[in-house]
DNA sequence: CATGAATGAGCATTCATTCAT
DNA sequence: TATGAATGAATGCTCATTCAT
């Protein structure tokens, strides 16, 4: 991917996770990418689809990562803690652009189409991997759609919140708290 | 409360929990609340406090709710699982207000202060019930500021996926299996 | 009508005549009318707006004056006389807007539906002209619809380009000669 | 000529006088001609050059065939009546292009400099010829200036109106009736 | 108390033009 | 000779805010 592609990208996740999509503005994201206004409208058809863009790149990895976890060899439980350690590391690692999608997906009632269906993609592979668990006897008998979601709110809520007040806790943890906690509720 | 007060604030409610505070202008609120848009001025002082206003008397609201299970009689699980149907009842009831605040909170590395304080606030509320739970020896040992996070976050992430995806699912089952997936997560 | 609109009308019909509609800018036509450019804005919709309100008040004018004039008592070669002379003076008077419409008209393939249709109701009032003399046995028999967009197109452009190369002939002569082609053109 | 200039020249036209001088895009220019559009700027210094480039060539060849009708063998009224076809012809052959040149002189109170010039040189043609006409003592003594102007609107008004309503009328029957108006107001 | 006409700073977007290759 | 990535000045439009009445 081009170099100046990439610049814009980049400063467009700082600019719009700091200031919000809506506050940020495409003057300041081409001052930041260090490239002309103009520039962004060779590479990118509004501000809008450079938003596109960038969540649904963080989208892919996101997804990309947990399908690797889920589709793993082991246990259901191990695959579990697994894979909110990896939600944790990549809360932290890719905050200011999942802020910017949560942000956007909480902050209206209605949310952008293309990330609902996303989103379902991805609660879908939890769910799977709970289901499993449940049938390989590990897990107690929970709905499967709302735990993925219940798994999902507590470990990105809570990360986020450790960033936001960046308190004495590390990040290790963090993780094996929420492992801990997330395993609990499934335990038979 | 004078009455125009009331209609401002309804509309406000109603126009920015439905396109977001950048997106509603002074305009349609003052236009909805059938008042003369110097009257908005008349009133607060500017958009930005408008919406607080309006944001603070919804956060009010959850506080005094949970403040008041918290500090009820009865076993901290008992309680617990009385404040998680409350919330689901809460997010659901006030839906678009809390995703107007929540879509803020989140959708900025910036969040308002005076967010982060009440947020604050409300967690240590969560967080108490569970160090009292410990103490009792209903819960397990867990970090009570993670566990007061994370569980706010299984609750109200869960909820909002249900409201937006309406499933066939109703209320009470899913306050059943989030209450279940807390306790379970605590439970000794 | 409103002391502001009137300045705006004003300057729009300066600025664009001058310039033509896409030159013409609303900061330009904000300041020369000394009203901000958000005023503009509050008394119309968009340039295009300000464009039409300008252009159908002069068509107004002009129906209204050969309305007149066609309708008057005497013979048909009189009024046709009249409806010249009043014609000459029209596109004199309002120079700048009549060349802005026209330009307008002639200038793109597919002209705005309103001008077409104004226009139409216009060629009609010469064109019923024309035929009341035919009938009268004034005129000899022509096309009305020919002759009342020919008898047009030779006064106005007659006119403009007399007013774009300001000649030593006066107003007066010019009408007169253009009279005399006019019903010559016709005459039996 | 180098083959990539026409096909510039030609996508030139098209664009232009489908959307006017102004909405035209040397994009879109470019994309139509298959050329890059760097290439419009190695064969033209810049848009209004590109503009003024195709609108002489159409100049041209009006001149070239009104100048060989003028100077032709005949009477004044023959050659007039010539004359009178052929614009009709041309108008209607050349319709987009003509347009185009006629709406962006129209369209404002400065219109391009070269234009004005081209156009007085038309006018001399058909002046003289009228001039002849007096000389020979077949048409009336009329002011050749005016009449020059006011038959040339006579002919493209009409013809113009005639097109954009494509009505039942054929392009010979409205060549016939605009060749006996103004025969009928010039003779003596 | 309440109004709404008027404002102007701010922003997304367009597009003719340049220039290194 | 030809290209197309990159530019940035220019422009239409929005909207929170003010203030005279």
Do not use: C
Not at 60 to 75: C, K, N, P, W
Not at 92 to 115: A, Q
Not at 135 to 156: C, H, I, K, N, Q
Not at 167 to 176: H, Q, S, V, W
């Amino acid at each position: 991917m081009n170099h100046k592609i990439k610049a814009i990208l980049k400063a467009a996740a700082t600019v719009m996770s700091q200031k919000g999509f809506e506050k940020a503005t495409m003057d300041e994201i081409a001052r930041m990418s260090k490239v002309a206004k103009g520039t962004l409208y060779y590479y990118f058809q509004n501000k809008e689809n450079l938003f596109l863009q960038l969540t649904l790149s963080i989208f892919d990895e996101l997804e990309r990562r947990t399908q690797e976890i889920v589709t793993a060899v082991g246990t259901a439980a191990e695959r579990m803690a697994r894979l909110i350690r990896d939600q944790v590391d990549f809360f932290s690692e890719y905050r200011e652009e999942v802020s910017l999608i949560l942000g956007d997906f909480v902050g209206s009632t209605l949310p952008r189409e293309s990330f609902r269906s996303r989103l379902q993609d991805y609660y879908s592979l939890i769910g799977r991997l709970i289901e499993e668990g449940i049938a390989a006897g590990e897990f107690r008998e929970v709905d499967s759609w709302t735990a993925a979601t219940a798994l999902f709110g507590m470990v990105s809520v809570a990360t986020f919140h450790w960033l936001l007040n960046s308190p004495g806790m590390d990040r290790k943890k963090l993780a094996e708290e929420l492992v801990n906690l997330a395993l609990h509720s499934l335990a038979r």
